[in-house]
């Protein structure tokens, strides 16, 4: 099989959502002093590229290992909002490009993955989903939507507003991908996976996200 990362990398003091503790994973045992190389996380649930689980917003919500693996993977929608303006509120009038969406996974390219640094730009003027195009998703039969920022619904009055519909309906989230070069030509066909980690009663979960296609295709 085929496959290509749409997954930010982690490491040290990497750019993260300004409300949450500072990135911190130190190499506490390396060659040849140690004998073994050995590394720490010290960072949230929903840092780097993540999922969100109901619990994340919904007092009572399902948590992330609620779900069977089969859930984190399907068929996907990319839809290419780079054109948008910095700040847009993502609604039905841009959603509506996306097409035929129901029962499938949509992910928001906003270019803003590319922008990923500890800028006020990057972390508050993100293009995001409002509150109204969250209702669009639900409404259209969405399994899943993403976007390339470490929040679907901007750091603004519409954040919550957008996790609470979203996760209210069971549309699961995932957050601060990176739509690298070539990812266009690559998606034709291909299957959208990203797998949580193992971790019970967790409001989210770090993950890799990665288009999947058979190696002949």
């Not at 007092?59 to 996907?76: M, R, W």
């Not at 969405?142 to 979203?166: C, Q, R």
């Amino acid at each position: 099989m085929r496959f290509f990362d749409l997954s930010q990398p982690l490491f040290d003091g990497c750019p993260n959502c300004h409300v949450h503790p500072p990135v911190n994973l130190p190499r506490t045992a390396d060659h040849p002093s140690d004998g073994w190389r050995m590394e720490e996380f010290h960072m949230t649930s929903h840092t780097g590229t993540h999922l969100d689980a109901p619990l994340h917003k919904i007092a009572g919500g399902a948590s992330i290992d609620a779900y069977p693996l089969e859930t984190f993977a399907g068929e996907q929608v990319i839809l290419d909002l780079t054109h948008l303006d910095a700040s847009h509120p993502i609604g039905p009038d841009e959603l509506v490009a996306a097409g035929a969406v129901s029962g499938k996974i949509l992910l928001l390219n906003t270019g803003w993955g590319h922008r990923r640094a500890k800028t006020e730009e990057w972390i508050h003027r993100s293009p995001y989903l409002s509150p109204a195009g969250a209702e669009w998703v639900v409404e259209h039969g969405v399994k899943a939507v993403g976007i390339d920022h470490f929040s679907i619904g901007g750091t603004g009055p519409d954040n919550t507003p957008t996790h609470e519909v979203l996760l209210g309906n069971g549309v699961w989230v995932i957050e601060e991908l990176c739509f690298r070069e070539g990812w266009r030509e690559f998606a034709d066909g291909a299957t959208f996976m990203a797998l949580p980690l193992l971790v019970p009663g967790f409001s989210g979960s770090p993950c890799r996200a990665v288009l999947v296609r058979d190696s002949r295709s």
